[in-house]
């Protein structure tokens, strides 16, 4: 039987844990660092995950784990790894699921192989949402090529051998992010200074004749929407790409500007659930006096 812990019990955490819990896994461990304070999310969530047994530390988590799946936020990836060298299982496969730069994977991987795990550096390559434990993923390292039958007969069947080099896939993942979570940035900072001139669907329909095909109010929304509710992991996530693009020898302009508005997005604090695009500007309007 494949005993699976879960370090980090955020959005991807609980997603993967009903996913193998679906698919037979009653054995899975699981950590949080906000696992203490019964309010918070990650305490709440647990209650609807049963077959999820939680532990007081990571160590406690992945002793006896013969797969550990690190799904944490981007600026913790170092410390999740360092948190179970000593403790995991010899040969313990570590699936580090994390958007962290190619450095701080290498560095994570080094800290694992070197206690006996064996690293496989992943990157999710769409949101987790419509496929799941499905999505596509890139995974690439020393144990990369061995881990892929292994992951896809636990249920990751989205995973693709990449790079038998560590930092490759990180390195896919991190320059794609530039632009993806950039045009969710640039969509943002647009329509909310033209909603304040009043020219929002002037500038939406001049996209749809640049680009045509695409129904730009409902991307709009759902490009909005998603800074709003993620923003403060993009943000993270788009720190870490920045790191990615200055180790290329590139000035990351782009990569900081796009954290500080993914953060500003996040510091709204709006539930987009159910809104228009011109109830969401409307929203955004009403509150963005207040935030820096």
């Known amino acids: 039987m494949t005993r699976i812990a879960l370090i980090g019990f955020g959005e991807v955490g609980q997603t993967l844990a009903e996913d193998l819990v679906g698919l037979g896994h009653k054995a899975l461990t699981a950590f949080d660092i906000q696992f203490p304070d019964p309010a918070s999310k990650p305490s709440k969530a647990l209650a609807g995950h049963e077959a999820v047994t ?36 010899s040969d313990a496969w570590f699936m580090d699921v994390n958007s962290a730069s190619p450095k ?36 690439s390292g020393d144990h990369a090529l061995a881990f892929v039958d292994v992951a896809h007969g636990f249920g990751f069947t989205g995973v693709t051998f990449f790079s038998a080099t560590y930092g490759q896939a990180s390195a896919a993942k991190m320059c794609r992010s530039v632009i993806v979570k950039g045009v969710e940035a640039l969509v943002t900072e647009a329509l909310t200074s033209a909603h304040h001139y009043g020219v929002e669907d002037t500038v939406v329909k001049s996209l749809g004749d640049l680009f045509p095909g695409l129904n730009w109010p409902e991307l709009s929304t759902y490009m909005m929407s998603r800074a709003l509710i993620h923003g403060k992991r993009r943000a993270e996530e788009m720190r870490e790409v920045a790191k990615t693009v200055a180790d290329a020898g590139v000035a990351p302009l782009l990569s900081d500007a796009i954290a500080k508005r993914q953060d500003w997005s996040a510091e709204l604090q709006i539930d987009p659930s159910d809104m228009s695009l011109t109830e969401l500007l409307e929203t955004i309007s009403s509150k963005k006096e207040g935030v820096s």
């Open 54 to 89: 939680a532990c007081t530390s990571a160590a406690d988590a992945v002793a006896d784990a013969n797969v550990v799946i690190s799904a944490v936020t981007a600026e913790r990836t170092g410390e999740a790894a360092a948190s179970c060298v000593g403790h995991m299982k």
């Open 104 to 139: 701080t994977k290498i560095e994570a991987a080094m800290a694992i192989n070197q206690a006996g795990g064996r690293y496989v550096e992943t990157s999710i390559m769409s949101p987790i949402g419509p496929k799941r434990i499905q999505a596509p993923m890139l995974v």
